[in-house]
């Protein structure tokens, strides 16, 4: 590193932590707001580190000393008692992730790979879910986190929208030669661009229109109407049709369950939908590629999965345990097809067939797409099957089960829309992540427990309210 980066860096270090000093909240909003800024890479005392870590690092330090009396305070108070008093709503469940995250590290061999995805993953992710219940979960101030996740998708949108618009090289020297080039903004490769903004176009879309009828806020509305727009743009540039999905089911699923309307206009909007696609024999040979994954991407996947099985499969330990964190392109390496063949001319299946049978050499190599070994398999319950083992797999079932649960009883029982956006975001999550990677990057850990952070500041509020009701009768 010279020494003018070095210095802009301790300059902007100082700054932030002077910040979390003196308004802690904007600090924490901040940090959200820059969460691709893990991006910016660098090695502190010969270990490698990132800008957002160094962000969440400050925060925790700042948060110790400025809150280490009254921690302690509550924690001899409950060893007092002998139990917890204040319990954090899914505690259980963050403690089990930790330690299975500890134990997958040791699946690793203890590996500085594996400790560094466990130290960013999940201990710094989690460090940011109890920052933000404890700063911003008081007097509705976690509302603030909507505009920190349009200031973000916004930056992230003006750097797609310029790739797109005026030069298509710009930070994006590999994706922009593609035969269809695609936007990454920031990113490294497309498919990024839309994982992180899937889930938030939901989240902004559904504040939105809790502020809708507040005629005061006009330019608040304004400003994410366009944030919106650019984001859901962004990712059709990125041609990131998992996002586009993930999108859809999420913005059907509010629409859905919103209300009684929403519903009918949403089955009957879904009916059109089907039935064009089946009378149009183009668009329904493209919605069938998609759906029986026989388009290229989908055959990869489907390359991917099947030696991901194979590899599970191959010992009771794998199965059980997994092969721990970063350590799947190695253990998957024995079981790796080095590429598939691939019907690029839409020939009928045994028409093509029979000629990679009996066809050249070169004939075979004009079919012939190498595929690469990835660092995650491609899909949700594979990802944390081979990183955390079959156990891993029940606890993200289970976080989620509870997650839709509580989210969707809260709506039900006080009709807060925003906890209706926090499920119909997560499914944007889960449905993007049926082909993809939705958990295991150091921006979509955070992003995963701010909405986890969310829906247990929501929660603790209207318990709260219940709570202080009882106390005035």
Do not use: C
């Amino acid at each position: 590193m010279n020494l003018p980066t070095l210095t802009i860096g301790l300059l902007a270090l100082i700054a932030f932590a002077v910040l979390a000093w003196r308004r802690y909240d904007w600090a924490l909003l901040t940090t959200i707001a820059l969460l691709p800024s893990y991006l910016i890479r660098f090695k502190v005392l010969g270990i490698p580190s990132t800008w957002l870590e160094i962000m969440i690092i400050v925060l925790i330090i700042v948060y110790g000393f400025k809150n280490y009396r009254l921690t302690m305070a509550n924690i001899k108070q409950n060893i007092t008692k002998g139990k917890v008093t204040n319990r954090y709503p899914f505690d259980i469940e963050v403690i089990l992730w930790l330690i299975l995250g500890i134990i997958a590290v040791a699946m690793a061999g203890w590996s500085l790979g594996a400790l560094g995805i466990w130290k960013a993953y999940f201990l710094e992710a989690i460090f940011v879910y109890l920052l933000f219940i404890n700063t911003l979960g008081r007097n509705k101030a976690w509302t603030r986190v909507f505009w920190a996740m349009a200031i973000s998708a916004l930056l992230l949108s003006l750097v797609a929208w310029y790739q797109k618009f005026v030069d298509m090289e710009f930070l994006n020297p590999i994706w922009s030669h593609q035969v269809v080039p695609r936007v990454t903004s920031v990113y490294p490769y497309a498919n990024a661009l839309g994982l992180y903004l899937a889930p938030i176009i939901i989240l902004l879309g559904v504040y939105l229109k809790s502020l809708l009828k507040d005629k005061g806020k006009l330019y608040q509305i304004v400003a994410l109407i366009v944030v919106i727009i650019m984001s859901l743009a962004s990712i059709i540039f990125s041609r990131t049709e998992g996002a586009m999905l993930g999108v859809l089911a999420g913005s059907i699923l509010f629409f859905a369950l919103s209300s009684r309307r929403g519903l009918w206009l949403t089955a009957v909007v879904l009916a059109l939908g089907l039935v064009a696609i089946v009378s149009v024999p183009s668009w329904r040979s493209v919605a069938w590629e998609k759906v029986s994954l026989s388009d290229l991407s989908g055959e990869i996947r489907q390359a991917q999965w099947l030696e991901t099985k194979q590899m599970l499969m191959a010992s009771p330990v794998n199965f059980i345990f997994g092969v721990g964190l970063n350590n799947y392109p190695v253990r998957v390496l024995p079981f790796h097809q080095e590429g598939i063949f691939y019907n690029f001319d839409k020939l009928p299946y045994e028409e093509f067939r029979n000629n990679l049978v009996n066809g050249s050499y070169l004939y075979k190599r004009a079919y012939w797409k190498p595929v690469q070994i990835y660092q995650y398999p491609h899909n949700i319950i594979l990802n944390f099957w081979t990183e955390l083992g079959i156990l891993g797999v029940a606890l993200m079932l289970w976080l989620l089960a509870r997650f839709f649960y509580l989210s969707l009883k809260i709506y039900y029982q006080h009709r807060d829309v925003l906890a209706l956006g926090l499920a119909s975001a997560m499914v944007t999550v889960l449905v993007h992540g049926l082909v993809d990677v939705p958990y295991f990057k150091n921006d979509l850990a955070v992003l995963w427990w701010i909405l986890f952070a969310i829906l247990a500041v929501i929660k603790l509020d209207y318990d709260y309210e219940r709570s202080s009701t009882k106390g005035d009768r």
